[in-house]
C-alpha cells in the first residue's frame, strides 16, 4: 500500500512541479497569438497541446503538499506563510510569462534573448529565496515524519528542476 501511495505522490509532485518549472521555457517557445488570447485564456496555446500557468496550478500543488503533509492546526500560520510565498512566485512566473509571450515574434538578437533567459533565472532566484524563507519556520515545525516527508518531495522536485526529466 505504501509502494502504491509512493507512487501516486510521486506522479503528483512529477505533475506539479513540471508544469511550474517549465513554465518560463512554454513562454519562450509558445506559438504567435493575438497578444490579448492567451490573457483571455489564461493559458498558452500550442499545436496540439494546452499549457496552464503557474497561477493556474498553485491552489492544486498548494492543497496537495498540504494534504500530504498533513499540517496541523498547530502548524497552520507556518503552513500560511509558505503557501503565500507559493501564490506570490506563481503570479511572479504569471507576469513573466505574459511579458514574454507578448513579445514573442518580434525580432530579437542574441543579446536581447540572453538578457530575457537572465531575468528569468534571476526571478526564478528570487522566487526560490522567498519560498526558502517561507520554508524554514514552516520545516521546523513538523514532525520527524513530516520533515522526512517534506525531504522527499523537495527531492524529487530538484531532480526534476535540474533535468533529470529528460533522462528516460
Known sequence: MTRIRNSFTAAAMFAGVAALGLAPAFAQTAPDAPAAAPAQQGAARAPGHHWLTPGQLVEGRIAFLKTELKITPAQEGAWQQFAAAMRENA??????????????????????????????????????????????????????????????????????????????
Open 91 to 168: 503570479q511572479s512566473l504569471d507576469q513573466a510569462i505574459s511579458t514574454a509571450r507578448a513579445h514573442h515574434g518580434t525580432a530579437q538578437n542574441a543579446v536581447e534573448r540572453m538578457e530575457m533567459r537572465a531575468q528569468f533565472a534571476k526571478l526564478r532566484a528570487d522566487n526560490e529565496a522567498r519560498l526558502v524563507t517561507a520554508f524554514k519556520p514552516l520545516y521546523a515545525s513538523l514532525t520527524p515524519q513530516q520533515q522526512q516527508l517534506a525531504n522527499q518531495l523537495m527531492s524529487m522536485q530538484a531532480r526534476w528542476h535540474h533535468g533529470w526529466h529528460h533522462r528516460a
